[in-house]
């Protein structure tokens, strides 16, 4: 797997701290509403550079499963068919992170690793949310600035004031009430997990096996809820807080603390002589880099530098952002460290990671914000917002305040209908966790939250590292023998165990 690929994927898991609420469409009654298992007619879609004898399928879902005979949406499913049909045991769901991640691209992504580590023993699966890539689309009619990473994001001001965070917060709400229709009030956890119950039918297995990461596994975790007897071995790759009251308010509000884990590894990569060739090499100590970030993102917060990109400056703002993405996986360092020393030379013209460069679609961002604001329900006061953000800064300074500042949710015209799905200890002992020490986007004392939820249902393996999506992706050989060994065999640990970071 390349550096861009892998870069890409875990962008793709990370749970965006913008939000948009309607009104979800489906209320518990649907939970029993049980539509007739549609056909799916597959076709190759192989892409370049993914993998051989890739197929596509579109999948309708009812819009609302009150009404299962009612309007209809389409999803963008795919698969890989095992290439060893002696050796099949069942089909395993790839589920993306986000909200937002395209499970079809994921699987484009990823499925040779998957079909590599696991032979024939699985038809591999995923497919795109409502509201996600080749899936019925929903879009708000935001302006391209609220589009941008770092403003569909709320960052306050430098100053710490986030007049303007809410300001865009209420116009974004106002804006998605307006536009973004039936379709864009269901985009739902709890409609996800439906959804894959349908693909499920489709498919015609009884039980499905999963790899969910990062919100993917909050996605994991409800589905094993509510359908327990339909899981058979289910693995669940970077956790958090299944914390009913909260869900991705929760979520948000711990990746300050998860950045100010995760960035000593970034400082010792930096600090590192062997950077000292590439020329990315920041400081002769660790304990110097995060000082000088700080006093970095300061400077551009009272100057921003102009860069390669026209109309697109480099703001302390940007500069954080760009390090949040960073600290997902160490191949993303040289792109924060070049930045940096980029910023820190008067001769020259910053170049912007492509994350933070642009605004997403319009069709994205709705995507990515809807979920988040469906699933619960936000408080709306600005004070405390303000009081919380002002804390936050100077407990985390890393983050400036942003994982507990305003979003559109609070200003939802529509309230969710459906109570989140409380995860507990009731159902089979089938679930494998997965989890970096130091993960930035999921801290591990979330994932702790929901190994205790889960109970004896579930085992924790601790990789003893850094990072956001361990699976077959940060090359810790005890970490992936136990998810591999899981899936072929249903052999778990007997207890939960910890991996060095040298395996």
Request: with cysteine; hydrophobic share 35%; proline share 8%.
């Amino acid at each position: 797997m390349t550096h861009r690929t892998r870069r890409a994927l875990v962008l793709a898991l990370s749970v965006s701290a913008a939000a948009t609420t309607l009104t979800a469409v489906t209320g518990p009654a649907a939970a029993t509403a049980a539509p007739s298992s549609p056909a799916l007619t597959w076709r190759p879609c192989a892409q370049p550079n993914g993998p051989a004898g890739q197929e596509c399928a579109e999948l309708p879902v009812p819009l609302d499963y009150r009404d299962p005979d009612g309007a209809q949406l389409t999803l963008a499913v795919s698969r890989l068919r095992s290439e060893a049909p002696e050796a099949r045991r069942g089909t395993l769901l790839v589920i993306p992170g986000g909200p937002g991640g395209s499970g079809v691209k994921r699987l484009t992504q990823q499925g040779n690793a998957l079909r590599n580590e696991l032979g024939g023993a699985y038809d591999i699966v995923s497919l795109d949310p409502r509201g996600v890539g080749g899936s019925t689309r929903a879009s708000c009619g935001l302006p391209a600035d609220d589009r941008h990473l770092v403003t569909l994001r709320s960052w306050p001001s430098p100053d710490g004031d986030i007049a303007e965070n809410v300001a865009r917060s209420r116009r974004t709400a106002e804006a998605c009430a307006t536009n973004g229709g039936a379709v864009l009030r269901s985009l739902t956890t709890a409609n996800e997990v439906r959804d894959i119950d349908r693909f499920r039918q489709a498919l015609g297995e009884e039980r499905l096996s999963a790899y969910g990461v990062s919100y993917g596994t909050y996605v994991g975790a409800v589905y094993a809820q509510k359908y327990p007897e339909r899981t058979d071995r289910w693995v669940l790759d970077s956790n958090d807080d299944p914390d009913p009251r909260l869900v991705a308010r929760g979520w948000l509000a711990s990746m300050a603390r998860g950045a100010e884990d995760r960035f000593p590894d970034f400082a010792a990569w930096a600090a590192d002589p062997a950077r000292e060739t590439a020329g990315l090499r920041l400081t002769e100590k660790p304990e110097d880099v995060r000082p000088l970030f700080l006093s970095l993102a300061a400077a551009l917060d009272r100057a921003p530098r102009a860069t390669t990109t026209e109309g697109v400056p480099l703001t302390g703002n940007r500069l954080r952002q760009v390090m949040q993405n960073a600290l997902y996986n160490d191949n993303s360092f040289d792109e924060l460290a070049l930045l940096m020393r980029q910023a820190l030379d008067p001769r020259a013209t910053p170049v912007l990671t492509p994350d933070v460069a642009g605004p997403m679609s319009d069709e994205d961002a709705a995507a990515v914000m809807a979920v988040i604001c469906n699933d619960v329900r936000w408080p709306a006061s600005v004070g405390a917002f303000e009081r919380a953000v002002a804390d936050n800064r100077v407990r985390y300074p890393l983050t400036a305040g942003i994982p507990v500042n305003v979003t559109p949710c609070s200003f939802w015209k529509d309230k969710p209908v459906e109570k989140p799905t409380r995860i507990t200890d009731e159902g089979p002992s089938n679930i494998l966790l997965l989890q970096h020490r130091r993960d930035p986007a999921t801290p591990y004392f979330g994932a702790l939250k929901l190994r205790g939820a889960l109970g004896d249902r579930a085992r924790l393996v601790t990789l003893e590292s850094g990072g956001h999506g361990a699976y077959l992706g940060t090359g810790n050989a005890c970490g992936n023998r136990a998810v591999t060994t899981f899936l072929l065999t249903g052999e778990r640990p007997e207890r939960d165990i910890s991996c060095p970071d040298d395996e």
